[in-house]
């Protein structure tokens, strides 16, 4: 099992940034791929991110690109999603995930909302 704890979410103005963590623990070495996702009511969950723990390689969807930024910690098993000039549209609640590939994704945290006013 693996256990993801998000934190860092919050309420900011549009054109603010904020950092969100995820922290990994249990049989992390299952888990080569690391990604975040967002939900809003009444919509799709849309995979935002996502970073290959072995080398780093990165995705991004078209709506967050240039504007977000996935990292990873190794030593603190944790992975970091910065988000700058925050859009009123990125509201949703944010979940971390993890899994052995880059579309499945076995565990996930327990989401952290993001509110962003205009």
């Known amino acids: 099992q693996v256990q993801l704890v998000e934190s860092g979410g919050g309420l900011v103005q549009a054109g603010d940034s904020l950092r969100l963590s995820c922290t990994a623990s249990g049989r992390t070495f299952s888990t080569s791929n690391m990604a975040w996702f967002r939900q809003t009511p009444g919509k799709e969950r849309e995979r935002v991110a996502r970073?290959?723990?072995?080398?780093?390689?990165?995705y991004y969807a078209d709506s967050v690109k240039d504007r977000f930024t996935i990292s990873r910690d190794k030593a603190k098993n944790t992975v970091y999603l910065q988000m700058d000039n925050l859009k009123p549209e990125d509201t949703a609640v944010y979940y971390c995930a993890a899994g052995p590939t880059p579309v499945t994704y076995n565990y996930w945290g327990q989401g952290t909302q993001v509110t962003v006013s205009s």
């Open positions: 970073i290959r723990w072995i080398d780093g390689s990165t």
